[in-house]
């Protein structure tokens, strides 16, 4: 186990323009084990209840994902989403969220586990990112997630969590929700200065920007032809970015690039399908010619006047 | 004269959040000309009112654009636009548009144009696009921009200008609401389908994607720390991008990409100041150095697992 992965387990109910799924495996850190699970040894620390399906187990199981830190609360159900996506589906309409075990859940992370030189804090309430902090010793890297909730909810214990990170990963919206800031640029340049040696913004279809202190790179998404369902694409790109660090070990500038490939292959390959269908059924083989495609489509020739 | 620009010469008063400008010089075959200047040799076609200023006449002859193709309408004042831009300013809000001279506005390309190799059919009315066309003979490279306006009122039209054109230049929106499709990809091969050699889908501050029958290119916007006013970004593009392509002479795959750049580089200095304040400032040098920065800030290094 060199990578611990915090987050939520959940069922997802999902509608699309290309179909539903019902009480699908989904959930932060699901998402982003599977993704690393590719380039890491994960291990994830999360909640589930007395419903959840074996199979699923199973399927964790066979991405080798360390469950020794997944709490089985026997009281309640599992942290269920339910939800739907419209035209470009860039946006996801929430019918139901019941938080059910999720909502008293406590990060308690093993033993075995406090030594590990990789992180990547998902999203939950800060607080507990925050306690998740405490329990561990010097980890080498530490990503952290997060989303609009505990930007408008809870902005101080956020801006603790940013300050005790290497890599802040955050969409563009809440970029300039948390600084109050229009421009991207500005808004990073601004979180940088918590101390964290990365600032992502994720923008979605329209791809990743890694800012750096004295470096800056732009990745565009792949092109999809059919989005199937963009669930998890977030924590998928998260998963494979931290995945890679984890694997490589290096983190200069290029390493880093090389983690923005990772994270956009795996969420390129998350949205064709529902859920974790083809996430979870990879080849590196399959991983390898989209990262090379990729690097084709976004290769600029030398420019002179 | 080696490229033809057809479009709106006009002033505009715009209000941003970064200051405001009354009655600065703007229009769409203003920004593209300007932007071409550097790379080609334009003339443009459009119409003047009886208040335009003698200060803009010679701006346009500093960068040498052929005017012979400039009508003035003595009848009437120039175009005007009244607008203003907004929070991360990626929508325009439109006061007022007084048409005034353009609204009788009749394209006629003087005969010592009608052997130009190259053209920019700007943003007016499909009808006139079709008359530039039947004006013309055997143009090497013709590369059409348009609008959502014309989208909703003349769709057939416009058809039969993409029909007869090498590059479509539309906006991400633009081309959602012509094909009727929400995936990108999915209208850009739609679009390839009336038989351009490209299709270039302008994403604003996210960049562009070119589109070709067995190619594909993204690149990103530069990133600027303070976008002053957006107007005339997309005009630049093109400007910059039929330019190149009209002093290379090639329109291969590592063309249209250099395209991109010069493209992508005259909308970011367009964006850096209000009205032509920067690009027609501009030095060969500045425009170099700005190409490289943005192809080292899109370099994606080699991956594997």
Tied chains: 1, 2.
Aim: net charge positive.
């Amino acid at each position: 186990m060199n990578l611990l992965i915090v987050g939520s387990v959940a069922t997802d109910t999902i509608e699309t323009p290309f179909g539903k799924v019902e009480n699908a495996l989904g959930g932060s850190a699901t998402y982003s084990s599977v993704a690393s699970s590719y380039f890491a040894r994960p291990g994830i620390v999360a909640v589930i209840g007395n419903d959840f399906d074996k199979r699923y187990i199973r399927l964790l199981n066979s991405r080798g994902i360390d469950l020794r830190g997944l709490q089985v609360d026997k009281s309640g159900k599992t942290f269920h989403w339910s939800g739907y996506y419209e035209g470009d589906m860039n946006k996801a309409h929430t019918k139901e969220t019941c938080l059910n075990v999720f909502e008293t859940f406590k990060p308690e992370i093993p033993l075995s586990y406090r030594n590990v030189r990789n992180i990547l804090l998902g999203n939950i309430h800060p607080a507990l990112q925050l306690e998740v902090l405490d329990q561990v010793r010097k980890p080498r890297l530490i990503l952290c997630d997060t989303m609009n909730f505990w930007i408008s909810s809870e902005p101080r214990l956020l801006e603790k969590v940013f300050r005790r990170v290497d890599i802040i990963c955050i969409n563009d919206g809440e970029a300039r929700q948390f600084c109050g800031i229009d421009s991207l640029p500005a808004a990073a340049r601004q979180l940088l200065k918590l101390g964290p040696k990365r600032v992502i913004i994720k923008k979605g279809a329209h791809g990743v920007l890694l800012f750096g202190k004295d470096s800056f790179f732009a990745l565009p998404a792949m092109p999809i032809l059919k989005v199937k369902d963009p669930t998890g694409a977030g924590d998928s790109f998260a998963g494979g970015a931290i995945g890679y660090l984890a694997r490589t070990g290096k983190i200069d500038e290029a390493a880093f690039r090389r983690a923005m490939v990772a994270g956009t292959v795996m969420a390129s390959f998350c949205v064709e399908d529902f859920s974790l269908w083809k996430t979870s059924r990879l080849t590196k083989n399959a991983i390898n010619r989209r990262a090379s495609l990729l690097r084709a489509c976004t290769r600029t020739p030398i420019f002179r006047v």
